[in-house]
């Protein structure tokens, strides 16, 4: 299990990435059965989580203000994003492949969870550029949809996609200021016995898949 510091130093708030060793972090282990029916689809919609084991269908994000209620993505390269407000208030949980921050998912959880205190960012362990080659077509495509953004932060080299980046840039771009990078590649990054420490996609792994998720601990509870 990976974890924030940054999301750790809030206080009612349980977190945790999951990895090849523990694909559900043991963090969310209380509150595990109660999580949502999904099907991630590399979309945009960002579904509000109100009841337990709530069948949401179609979803990449998920958001909720309801202590005991876990919300959570499964990944395998792309970005595990967790969103969380200062004050504890709120919480989110995004999938974040290709698609989703080509087509904007991170600004629209960010609009989901409505005005309130600061949201501060943990960004999961994700493919990283050198491990991430794509089409020149969507290399370009990328560098057009990112004007703003040098095409070296971009496209760190020739066809190959820096997915942390960009979503970092959609962050700050939509006003959120803490943000935290953690984990590894999840196709090169290796254990000190040599074996993978993430699922990877890109890297053959196919099936079970790792979960990243976090929840509001009931009242009471530090
Ligand atoms: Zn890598």
């Known amino acids: 299990m990976v974890t924030s510091s940054l999301l750790s130093g809030i206080p009612g708030i349980r977190h945790g990435f999951g990895s090849a060793s523990s694909l559900v972090p043991a963090e969310l282990a209380p509150v595990w059965e109660l999580r949502p029916a999904k099907r991630q689809v590399h979309g945009t919609r960002v579904a509000a989580i109100h009841e337990a084991k709530q069948e949401v269908g179609e979803a990449d994000g998920f958001h909720t203000a309801l202590p005991g209620l876990p919300v959570s993505i499964i990944t395998a390269d792309c970005v595990p994003l967790l969103l969380v407000r200062r004050d504890g208030t709120q919480i ?131």
Not at 158 to 180: M, P, T
Not at 184 to 204: K, N
């Open 92 to 222: 989110a949980a995004v999938h974040a492949g290709w698609r989703g921050l080509y087509d904007g998912i991170i600004p629209a959880a960010l609009a989901a969870m409505g005005a309130g205190a600061p949201v501060v960012a943990a960004v999961g362990p994700t493919i990283c550029a050198a491990c991430y080659e794509v089409s020149e077509e969507l290399a370009e495509d990328f560098a057009r949809r990112f004007p703003e953004l040098p095409r070296k932060v971009v496209l760190p080299a020739y066809r190959h996609l820096d997915l942390r980046a960009i979503a970092e840039h959609q962050l700050r771009a939509a006003g959120v200021e803490e943000i935290e990078h953690v984990g590894g590649c999840t196709c090169c990054a290796r254990d000190a016995a040599g074996q993978p420490i993430y699922r990877s996609y890109r890297r053959g792994d196919r099936g079970s898949q790792m979960h990243s998720g976090l929840y509001i601990t009931t009242k009471g509870e530090k």
